[in-house]
């Protein structure tokens, strides 16, 4: 058991400090139970010193910002819930720095308001800036990792604050070095952008198509935010309160990577279940990049999937979303969420790793 009297150190600290607040209401999910204590950090400097504080004092703590990649388990978290809110941004030329606890999206629609560029395809993804270089977010051909200049971290070991290159962090689909270690914190990111305001090169075909430009064109950024902020909100991907279809964590699954010699496996199930169909496929870093929910949908799990009255269930409109209908708990939702992975793992070979990180539950 920790002692609960470092609730003091916390406040003297500079934290905004409460006491058994219900987790559910912290993560875009809206599920998981109580933490005993939640610590709220708006600036960097009362941020590192509670986090040096808790650490050297051996203290369970979770870093939590927009909790939009998160499921915490229903029983919530015996510890210090550290909530990152610090959220200055600034702009320059042809950089842009935020601290850990800015609204992403809010981040983009500044860059694209004062006539930057290369932050847009990124646009509506919910959750902190901080967050974004931990999972190297991604969307419509774009990755934070090769916009990202400079990223700001506390050593968590040594206490130290400083700033390390992209090429430091491991950077990968979906994942860095940062991912799963608590080694590190991010407490801000510097990012470069098109001064010219013009989007990075068209590279995804549905944004493209949605456009009517050629991949590789490059288009104003303000009219490529429009248009992305309208596909993904098709997709129940922009936060909506009043849409159930937005509880969820984004896309739970990442889109699997098989190698050559598994490919010819995972073609003959679909061919043998399907006949002869157009797989979605694409070239990536060690195989080929298959796409989550469309083996999602062609094993049997259909939008809206297991149906209306379900407290958890897919997304109706896309479903590779798993989603909260309003009661559901955690235990819902990975029950889910083992269904649907090993349906696709029976159905076709592949198994599909969950996106989210989760506290206090297991997959």
Known sequence: ????????????????????????GLTTLRVGGPARIVAECDTK??????VRLLDSSRVPNLILAGGSNLVIGDDGFDGVVVRVSNGAVGLEENLVTAEAGAEWDRVVARTVAAGLGGLECLS??????GAT????????GVEVGSMLERVHLLDRRSGETHWVEPRALGLGYRTSVLKHSDDALVLAVELKVNPDGLSEPLRYRELAAALGAPEGRRLPSEQVRDA???LRRGKGMVLDPVDHDTWSAGS????PVVTDAELAGVLSAIAARLGDVAVPQYSADGGTKLSAGWLIEKAGFEKGYPGEDAAARLSTKHALALTNRGAATSGDLLALARDVRDGVHAAFGVRLAPEPVTVGCTL
């Open 133 to 140: 270089p931990v999972q190297n977010v991604g969307a419509y």
């Open 1 to 24: 058991m920790w002692d609960v009297s470092i609730v003091g150190q916390l406040v003297d600290s500079g934290a905004f400090v409460s006491e058994n607040l219900e987790l559910s």
């Open 228 to 230: 992305v902020l309208d």
């Open 45 to 50: 400097q009362v941020l590192v010193d509670v």
């Open 252 to 255: 739970f699954f990442t889109n």
């Open 124 to 129: 509506g993804i919910p959750g902190s800036t």
